[in-house]
């Protein structure tokens, strides 16, 4: 059973950069999405950024689209986001996921992780 665990979170003030990293536990692994999600406190989750596995193609939310940039290692299997001109409004939980490849073309992600909280303060 694939696990992945996320970190780098903490607190940074506006204007400020992090960069988070999940890492997949298990011998194999092979999904066809990884993805970056974030939850506020009293907001739904909601999508930052995703990688094709097997590629390099990238898509962003618009609200990050031109501070964050989310890459991969695929021999340490860990996909990184990084975070620059953060925001208050940045403040949540990140959790990364991953997209096994029979929902590909779907909007599914089936494994998450816990979580890693990142808070900018103003």
């Known amino acids: 059973q694939v696990q992945l665990v996320e970190s780098g979170g903490g607190l940074v003030q506006a204007g400020g950069s992090l960069r988070l990293a999940c890492a997949a536990s298990?011998?194999?692994?092979?999904?066809?999405?990884m993805g970056w999600f974030r939850q506020a406190p009293g907001k739904a989750r909601e999508f930052v950024a995703s990688?094709?596995?097997?590629?390099?193609?990238?898509s962003y939310a618009d609200s990050v689209k031109d501070r964050f940039a989310i890459s991969k290692d695929n021999a340490k299997k860990t996909v990184y986001l990084q975070m620059n001109s953060l925001q208050p409004d940045d403040t949540a939980v990140y959790s990364c996921?991953?997209?096994?490849?029979?929902?590909?073309?779907?909007?599914?992600?089936?494994?998450w992780g816990q979580g890693t909280q990142v808070t900018v303060s103003s």
């Open positions: 996921a991953a997209q096994p490849q029979i929902y590909r073309g779907s909007n599914i992600y089936t494994n």
């Open positions: 298990g011998r194999t692994f092979s999904p066809y999405v």
């Open positions: 990688i094709i596995w097997a590629g390099s193609s990238t």
